[in-house]
C-alpha cells in the first residue's frame, strides 16, 4: 500500500463513518474499482481507531453525563438511563456480529448486495424522514429497537448509521436526536469491532508495518470524521435526508452498471 491509497482510504473512512452510506461499501468498492491489493488489517484497526477518537472528543460532555448521572443518582432508575439505552442497544448487534460474521463476508460482500442494499435501505431512509411522527423522548424500548436494526448494518451497503437513524425516526424521534443516538451508538460497536479484529491480528501476526501509513490514517480519518459529525449535526434539520438518499439511489444505480 503507497501514501495516496493510504490517503484515499483515510479520507472514505472519515467522511462515510457517520453519514448515512455505508463506509463499509464504499471501502470494499473502491478496492474494486481501483484494483488495490487489501490494505491490512493492521490499517483497518488505525481508520477505525481514527473515527472512534473523533465520536469519543466530539461528544465528551454528553458521555461524562451519561457516566455521571447513575452515580449521581445513586443507581435509581438505571434501567432508563442513557448510558443502559446505549448499553441495552448495542448487544444485539455484538451478538449477531458474532454469530454471522464470518458467513456475511464469505456471501454477502459482493457488488451486486453493495448495489440492492444502497438502494433499498435509500428508500427506508427517505420514508422515515418523511413519513414519521416525531416527539418522542429516547427510551429503553426504542434504544432496543434500534439495536435491533442495527444487526442489519452487518450487510455491506445498509449503513450502519443508515439504518439506526432510519428506525430512530420511525420511532419517533427527530433527526438531531437519532443522529446523536446513532453516533453515540457507533461507541461501542466500533469498540468492539477493533477489538475483534485485533484478536484476529494476534492470530495471524504481521510483518513489514509502515508507521507514516499508519499515523497518516489514523489522524487524517480522525480529523474528517470529527468535522463531518459537526457538520452533519448542524445542517441535518435544514438538508434533511433526501440528499443522501439520493446519492445512494445514484451510488446503487451506478453499480449495477458498471461492476
Excluded: C
Excluded at 465520536?55 to 445513586?74: A, H, S, T
Amino acid at each position: 500500500m503507497d501514501l495516496i491509497q493510504a490517503l484515499i482510504l483515510a479520507i472514505i473512512q472519515g467522511l462515510t463513518e457517520f453519514l448515512p452510506v455505508s463506509s463499509s461499501a464504499h471501502l470494499i468498492l473502491i478496492s474494486k474499482i481501483v484494483g488495490w491489493d487489501d490494505q491490512g488489517l493492521l490499517f483497518d484497526i488505525a481508520l477505525h481507531f481514527g473515527t472512534l477518537l473523533a465520536v469519543l472528543i466530539y461528544f465528551k460532555d454528553e458521555l461524562y453525563q451519561m457516566i455521571e448521572d447513575p452515580i449521581r443518582n445513586r443507581g435509581k432508575n438505571i434501567m432508563q438511563s442513557d448510558l443502559m439505552i446505549l448499553i441495552i442497544a448495542t448487544l444485539p448487534v455484538v451478538i449477531a456480529g458474532g454469530i454471522f460474521n464470518d458467513w456475511i463476508e464469505s456471501n454477502l460482500r459482493s457488488s451486486n448486495v453493495i448495489a440492492l442494499t444502497s438502494i433499498i435501505f435509500g428508500f427506508l431512509l427517505l420514508a422515515s424522514d418523511k413519513f414519521s411522527s416525531v416527539g418522542k423522548n429516547l427510551t429503553l424500548q426504542i434504544g432496543l429497537l434500534i439495536g435491533l436494526a442495527q444487526i442489519l448494518a452487518l450487510i455491506p451497503g445498509v449503513s450502519r448509521s443508515g439504518i439506526t437513524i432510519t428506525m430512530g425516526l420511525f420511532m419517533g424521534l427527530g433527526r438531531v436526536e437519532s443522529s446523536k443516538f446513532s453516533f453515540l451508538l457507533a461507541i461501542p460497536v466500533i469498540f468492539a469491532a477493533s477489538v475483534l479484529q485485533i484478536y484476529d491480528l494476534y492470530l495471524i501476526g504481521f510483518s513489514d508495518v509502515n508507521y507514516a501509513h499508519l499515523l497518516t490514517g489514523l489522524t487524517l480519518s480522525f480529523l474528517i470524521a470529527y468535522y463531518t459529525i459537526h457538520w452533519f449535526l448542524a445542517f441535518v434539520m435544514r438538508i434533511g435526508m433526501l440528499p443522501f438518499v439520493l446519492y445512494r439511489v445514484a451510488l446503487g444505480s451506478a453499480i449495477f452498471m458498471l461492476l
